[in-house]
């Protein structure tokens, strides 16, 4: 397809499993980026990839997650030891040359019971 | 740090009414300025954006004017559409940096 794909798009996990979340950016698109999204909120930053080099994981709220985006094209991120806390909208973006015109995939809805 | 402040939503309009939707921010240097919109089930996309103080972006009929004085970047529709129906986010960045700092959204509804 022409645009961001993530998969899936809902999840919900019982509370201390792992989850991997995947992110197909629009083919050719050098930049990547993962965001939180809280109900009511707007996207938070979580990490970023320029081709398969994290250029920034400050976002990350704690060591439990982790992204990676080996041949600098589909990125996954996964959560251990999942909490309730961790429920929200996790979504992708990928960019080209201008980083502000970043295209976001649908999002994962991710549930922890 | 950087934050945006969006009015609380939802906004209710008619058909060709006129929309504002107030956005402030708060940043330390001279930060670039967006607006973004996400339609239902879909992901955000950017709507327009200005990086300098008295510029004005506009797309799709919407215009937004970054006013350093008041740090206000107020988006407006002079009629809009039932298509126009999204949640929209107000960002800004600061000089350098590649992550955004969104507002918490708007949504926008409007009737036939």
């Known amino acids: 397809g022409a645009g961001v794909s993530q998969s899936p798009r809902y999840k919900v996990t019982k509370r201390g499993q792992d989850v991997a979340l995947r992110c197909d950016p629009i083919?050719?698109?050098?930049?990547l980026y993962w965001y939180r999204q809280a109900l009511g909120q707007g996207p938070e930053f979580l990490t970023y990839?320029?081709?398969?080099?994290?250029?920034?994981k400050s976002g990350l709220p704690n060591d439990r997650f982790s992204a990676e985006r080996p041949e600098g094209s589909i990125s996954t991120l996964t959560i251990q030891r999942t909490e309730q806390r961790d429920s929200a909208m996790y979504r992708c973006?990928?960019?080209?040359?201008?980083?502000?015109?970043?295209?976001f995939g649908p999002g994962t809805r991710l549930t922890v019971t | 740090g950087d934050s945006v402040t969006q009015m609380e939503g939802p906004v209710t309009l008619s058909e060709e009414a006129f929309l504002t939707i107030n956005c402030t921010y708060t940043a330390t240097g001279y930060p670039s300025l967006f607006w973004y919109v996400q339609y239902p089930g879909e992901g955000l996309q950017l709507l327009l954006k200005?990086?300098?103080?008295?510029d004005k972006g506009s797309n799709k009929g919407f215009e937004a004017t970054y006013r350093k004085e008041t740090t206000s970047f107020h988006l407006e529709k002079g009629s809009v559409q039932v298509s126009d129906s999204a949640v929209y986010f107000c960002?800004?960045?600061?000089?350098?940096?590649?992550?955004?700092?969104f507002g918490r959204g708007t949504s926008l509804i409007v009737h036939p």
């Open positions: 990839f320029n081709y398969e080099a994290q250029q920034d």
């Open positions: 973006a990928s960019s080209q040359e201008r980083w502000y015109e970043q295209y």
């Open positions: 083919s050719g698109h050098v930049s």
């Open positions: 960002a800004l960045n600061e000089g350098g940096s590649y992550i955004p700092t």
């Open positions: 200005a990086t300098k103080a008295d």
